[in-house]
């Protein structure tokens, strides 16, 4: 249902980890022949973060969504962490194993052929790779410099969107939920200024417990298409959101007609099912 995105949540929280740290240090005698085996291209595969497990299958799904994580260290004493095509660059110390981020201090360890980034209640590891992860990076790269840049179709300097920032209300506005647990009202269709489109979504949760919500795409479908969609949101217990639900493949808000969605609530710190809601706009 969304399991999906429960993984894509989970395994970017753990990542963050890694690029938050300011030192991965690696324990024990012969640090410079250790931190030597470590020079090359890594990949994860697995890891723990904040108690809950990140197992080979999960990593593999987003693996074969095109999404991994590659980590760099060079024998010059450079370092590149890409995080899911978002590519950092840092320096290592080939002798003390210590790699510069800012932010908390981890270790590293070297077993068995696997990397092991440990730091505090994350521990995260990787399996050594070879040169063509190297394309992976200069792609993410590349894809990143084009982001930047803007589309080519878009304004002279590229920072502007073929789609002009707009919202219309939704009159009346149409509640989605309204109950112990959370009430969300769509309250307008809206263009952003990055291009998105889609329903603007006001929710105030009216639980005890930091709640979760998600929209699978196999539930989704816009004027009778079926669209991929871009929402997730977590809101603490007593507090209130507004976030846009995006469209995948809408331009205008005037497209925005027969909306026919699934609304899942969950518990954000164990993952379990809470409720779901119909969402539909006329």
Known sequence: MKTTKKYLSLVCCAICAIATCLALVACGGGKAARGAKMVGYWELVSGKADGTELTEDDIQMMNDWGMKVVLYLGEDGKATLDLFGEVQDSTWDIEKCTLGYDGETGTLELADDKLTFAAEETSLVFKKGDDSLADQIKTDRESEKITDMGDPDDGDDGTTSST??????????????????????????????????????????NSDRKIGMSIPNDSCAVNGVMNDNWFYTAVLPGTSATKLCAFEGIDSIDELVNIQCQLDVYDDETYEDIASYPINIQ
């Open 164 to 205: 002009e920032a707009a919202t219309v209300p939704i009159d009346p506005p149409v509640t989605i939920a309204d109950d112990e647990i959370v009430t969300v009202v769509a309250t307008d269709r809206a263009a952003d200024e990055w291009g998105q489109v889609g329903i603007m979504l006001t929710i105030t949760n």
